[in-house]
């Protein structure tokens, strides 16, 4: 992956930054995006104390424009896009789907969902001038699976692998592999959020994992970077499960 421009959005914090620092250890340059602008420089910090090479630009995938000059800005920044993780996410509310409020609804799937098909919207257009490239996206095993009281995230994530395998279907031929992760319940922020840090909630997470145990954001990072690899040359449209065995029964 030397000298590979390698983009990822969601890196300020968890399973982002973690894959952005691992790309940058493998000699990509990496782009680092996010809303969140201090946790985003913090990323690039890091890379750059490991002797990488990354740039913040900040973007809201949500918005339009704003992915468009993200994109843009990574090919004048870089001269042109390799690999994208299309990672930002949110988990909304929980509520069940009666409850679920339509602000909820509107700001889940414009992240998760839209924001994802606007990254690939974008990136491709570059990666074809460039003769090829691969993207993963972020899904969760509440795209595989239902998700009781996260009606919207678990359509959302639902609607990326169906995103992820169209596209896969449009850009075989043209040397673009599009994948997508479908995480388990990781150690970040979002699980912080999610359990209001009450350890009862983490232990009982925990025991829905065969493995019994939460996974680690570098455990994410490590499959997005095979699937980035020639190593996974004939791998394309496929939601990769990465959870301890959560959705194996
Ligand atoms: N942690 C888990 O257990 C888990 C499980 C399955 C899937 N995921 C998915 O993994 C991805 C990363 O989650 P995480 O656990 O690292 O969460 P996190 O909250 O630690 O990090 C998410 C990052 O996305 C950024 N973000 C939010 N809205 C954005 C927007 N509109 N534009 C750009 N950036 C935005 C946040 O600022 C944050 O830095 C998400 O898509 C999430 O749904 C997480």
Not at 91 to 96: D, N, P, V, W
Not at 123 to 133: A, T
Request: aromatic residues 6%; glycine residues 14%; negative net charge.
């Amino acid at each position: 992956m030397k000298g590979k421009v390698a983009l990822i959005t969601g890196a300020a914090a968890g399973i982002g930054r973690a894959t952005a620092i691992a790309f940058a250890q493998k000699g990509a340059r990496v782009v680092v995006s996010d809303v969140n602008a201090a946790g985003g420089k913090e990323t690039v910090d890091l890379i750059e104390e490991g002797g990488g090479t990354a740039m913040f630009l900040r973007a809201d995938v949500a918005d339009a424009e704003s992915v468009a000059a993200l994109v843009s800005g990574t090919v004048d920044a870089f001269g042109g896009l390799d690999f994208a993780f299309n990672n930002a996410g949110i988990e909304g509310e929980a509520a069940s789907t009666t409850e679920c409020s339509g602000e909820n609804w509107d700001r889940v799937i414009a992240i998760n969902l839209t924001g994802v098909w606007l990254c690939m919207k974008h990136e491709i257009p570059v990666m074809l001038e460039r003769g090829g490239g691969v993207i993963v996206n972020c899904a969760s095993i509440a795209g595989v699976v239902g998700y009781a009281t996260m009606p919207a995230y678990t359509a959302s994530k639902h609607g990326v692998i169906g995103l992820t395998r169209t596209a896969a279907l449009e850009y075989a031929k043209q040397n673009i592999r599009v994948n997508a992760i479908c995480p388990g319940v990781i150690e970040t922020e979002m699980i912080e959020r999610f359990t209001h840090g009450d350890p009862e909630r983490r232990s009982e997470l925990r025991e829905g994992v065969p493995v019994g145990r939460l996974g680690r954001s570098e455990e994410i990072a490590s499959a997005v970077l095979w699937l980035c690899a020639d190593d996974s040359a004939f791998v394309t449209g496929h939601p990769l499960v990465i959870d301890g065995g959560h959705v194996a029964g």
